[in-house]
């Protein structure tokens, strides 16, 4: 895809950007910061849908909803009353235990504005990148509504409103279930303030906040299937149909973290960081949203120039 390749090739070049940088850098000041982020992003939604025909109002060749019909004929003079199921899927959130979670490359550099004593406050930009799947079979999240309608003499293809009903359940000869998934790419990057305090040569602690670019490129797909018996003949019918959409955007967001920093040389240390990122908005499709909200542990290496 345009936008993954895009992407990845404007990493490499700031990851090239940032070397090159430090490697000119003559007044010193300067930590280049190299390690990965586990993130929980704090939901998935899969929205809610309703089954229906497709435009086939003929009960003897396809399903109004999903159907369990009762009667075996469909022609005559005089009506017949038959019954079918109608379901809808209620939607399911992903726990972010599960799924919702991502393990990103992560790439920073920081410069060092103004230090006394014990004191260091610097300007910090990172960028990570994540890649997010989730999804599964849902069978638990649909709603079944039993329906009684009336098919009218010489009126194929017309179905008028349910005349009574809706009864509870599902009929015993009919089935469903949805499968839904979802594949984001997500670039973040920051600039922010950063406070760092020294306790000794070798260890020190700090936070930073500041604002965020989101870039994410999310794609997503609903499956729904269904089961039911033939309405003439033995045997059963089923069908399946899968949507899908897509969507790029770019979220404004921030973040906050704090972190502790361990000095293994004069010029290479190790950081270990808490981070917590928000965003002005949620990434959606017609089918899923993802709320780009959410906690991350980070682990880096951190050069000194």
């Not at 992003?41 to 003897?60: I, K, L, M, Q, S």
């Not at 359940?169 to 594949?183: F, R």
Request: glycine share 10%; with cysteine; proline share 3%.
């Amino acid at each position: 895809m345009g936008f993954k390749m895009a992407a990845k090739l404007g990493l490499g070049l700031v990851a090239a950007s940032i070397v090159s940088l430090t490697a000119m850098a003559e007044d010193g000041g300067w930590r280049l910061s190299l390690g990965a982020s586990y993130r929980c992003f704090d939901d998935v939604e899969f929205h809610n849908f309703a089954f229906r025909n497709y435009g086939n109002t003929d009960p003897a060749n396809g399903p109004l909803g999903v159907q369990g019909y009762t009667d075996a004929s469909f022609s005559g003079l005089i009506p017949v009353v038959f019954n079918s199921d109608h379901m809808s899927f209620t939607g399911a959130n992903e726990d972010l235990d599960d799924t919702a979670d991502s393990l990103a490359p992560v790439i920073g550099i920081e410069k060092a504005l103004w230090v006394r004593d014990a004191l260091t406050l610097s300007v910090v930009s990172n960028l990570q990148y994540y890649q997010l799947d989730a999804g599964g079979t849902d069978t638990g999240s649909l709603a079944a509504a039993w329906y009684q309608h009336m098919w009218l003499p010489g009126g194929a293809g017309i179905i008028p409103a349910p005349v009574s009903g809706p009864f509870d359940g599902l009929s015993s000869d009919s089935s469903a279930s949805v499968k839904n998934d979802m594949d984001m790419d997500l670039f973040v990057l920051d600039l922010g303030a950063k406070a760092s305090v020294s306790v000794c040569e070798w260890f020190g602690f700090y936070g930073a906040v500041g604002p965020t670019l989101n870039f994410s490129d999310l794609e997503t797909s609903q499956t729904e299937s269904a089961q039911w018996n033939k309405a003439t003949g033995p045997g059963t019918d089923s069908y399946s149909v899968k949507h899908t959409d897509d969507d790029q955007s770019i979220t404004l967001g921030g973040y906050a973290a704090v972190g502790l920093q361990f000095a293994v040389t004069d010029s290479v240390g190790i950081a270990a960081e808490y981070r917590y990122d928000i965003a002005t908005d949620d990434v959606s499709t017609s089918q899923a949203s993802v709320d780009l909200d959410g906690s991350s542990a980070q682990l880096k290496l951190t050069i000194r120039f």
